[in-house]
Nanobody, 126 residues
Framework: QVQLVESGGGLVHTGGSLRLSCAAS????????IGWFRQAPGKEREGVSC????????DYPDSVKGRFTISRDNAKNTIYLQMNSLRPEDTAVYYC???????????????????WGQGTQVTVSS
């Protein structure tokens, strides 16, 4: 069955870096886009990046553009999120999810994603 498993979260200081992984099983990344989301306590879940399955096109909201990089390793069926210059406001649980459509038409609406991982906690201390 379809499964997404995130890993790589942890505690870092402001300005530090982390790389999150999202291991996919039950489907191949060639045919599906993947999005990364985050949810801080008391806040709505928000999208932070997207990568298409067909051509690897990527998208980032302004809040993380230039600091976060999404990538994939099709051989390992894994998506990565490299996060640099981390700030306390990046603290959240980070989730990966499978996209039904493409990043170019997605606005990170939650109903565009059909499978979700369990999340990994990222904490950035000031």
């Amino acid at each position: 069955q379809v499964q997404l498993v995130e890993s790589g979260g942890g505690l870092v200081h402001t300005g530090g870096s982390l790389r999150l992984s999202c291991a996919a099983s039950g489907f191949t990344l060639d045919y599906y886009g993947i999005g990364w989301f985050r949810q801080a306590p008391g806040k709505e879940r928000e999208g932070v990046s997207c990568i298409d399955g067909s051509d690897g096109s990527t998208d980032y909201p302004d809040s993380v553009k230039g600091r976060f990089t999404i990538s994939r390793d099709n051989a390992k069926n894994t998506i990565y999120l490299q996060m640099n210059s981390l700030r306390p406001e990046d603290t959240a649980v980070y989730y990966c999810a499978r996209l039904r459509t493409t990043c170019s038409v997605s606005d990170y609406s939650l109903d565009e994603y059909d499978y979700w991982g369990q999340g990994t906690q990222v904490t950035v201390s000031s």
